[in-house]
Each structure stands twice: as structure tokens, then as C-alpha cells.
């Protein structure tokens, strides 16, 4: 099983519309998560740190299952400027390097 | 703070020929990574170091040497450019410690022919 798995998408969104999707990740003891937004030919930024169940900070929620090992990422009332390819991190076992995902890409149209 | 910073911002070689890609980063991180990023791929490990004069292989080191003289910079070497190292590199840091996330910088873009 691959450290991080996310679907690539691209996920069609029409704009106002609500999207969510999940991310799997091997590694039982991570602790910390990360979604990271990366625009075509940029660095990643940082969207959102999960340390707990989960986080919400506007239109974006993350929500993390434990049990089942897996984070999701929801963006209600989808913009325009939310096209861009999300990358899911968790944090590795040692704690001194990040394993990032291959991303899931969105594109919101009009 | 500038953040991480890297230099050049674009560059193409000839198979070959070697080059340093330069990182430089002012926040005191003691973690600095670099990754290359295939065109729709995702990011993959090449080098990683915790901190002044240690470094760590990550998941595609072959081709590749690093160097952590200070803990500012974090130079990448190329001693023999392939075309298969044509890429997008990304440089970035962190901070020790869990729940600390990492910072990248813009990038260098590198054709080689």
C-alpha cells in the first residue's frame, strides 16, 4: 500500500457548487496532516493543518478518520480561484520529513 | 523574511553538463528538503537534511549531491545532466518538531537537451 493515496480527478465542479475528497495514508501513527494547494507551475502553499479530528477555516473543512485512516477535504461554494491541485500530507513516522500525496486536482467552472 | 529562495529560476543544460541548484533559506529552519516535480506528477523526495552537516538520501537520490555547510543553504549538485532530470526542483524548509508545516520556494525550472 502506497504511503498517501488520493484520486488524481480531475473533479468538475460547476462554481457555488459543494466538492469533497479523500486521501488514505498508510502510516497508523501519524499525527499531523497538512493540505497543501498547489497552482499549475507553482510551489505547493499551505491550505490547512489537521491536528485533532479535524479543522474548518472558511469555505474549506478537513475532516480525519483514525480508524478508517483516511482525511477528506470539502470546499463549499466552490470560487473560480479554488482550481488547483490539492495536495494531502501527513506527517511521517519519524517526524522530520512530510510524505506528500500526487494530488487531486479541481477545476471549478463556470 | 524573504522565506526560502532559490536560484536560478530557469535554466537549460546539456547532457552532460553539471550545475548547483542554489536554495537559501532566513526563517533558522533546521529541516530543508529538496524535491523534483515531473510535468502532472506528483513531488518526490531527493535529498532531505535535519540540520548543518547532515544529510539523507529521500526517495529518487540517484544523480543528484547535497551539501548543508550552514543552515541557511541547502545547495543541489548536478554533476552529470541527464534528460531525464529535466524537471521542476522545489526547495523547502521546516522548522523541527511535529505538527510544523513546510515552507517552498518558487522553484527552478530545468530543461536539459
Redesign the interface.
Known sequence: RKEVEQDPGPFNVPEGATVAFNCTYSNSAS??F?WYRQDC??????LM?V?SSGNEDGRFTAQLNRASQYISLLIRDSKLSDSATY?C?P?GAA????T????TRVLVKP | NAGVTQTPKFRILKIGQSMTLQCTQDMNHNYMYWYRQDPGMGLKLIYYSVGAGITDKGEVPNGYNVSRSTTEDFPLRLELAAPSQTSVYFCASRIRGTQETQYFGPGTRLLVL
Not at chain 1, 95 to 98: A, H, S, V
Open positions: 499525527q499531523s497538512f507551475r507553482k510551489e505547493p502553499k499551505l493543518s491536528y495536495l500530507v506527517e517526524g522530520n520529513k512530510l506528500f500525496g500526487g494530488g
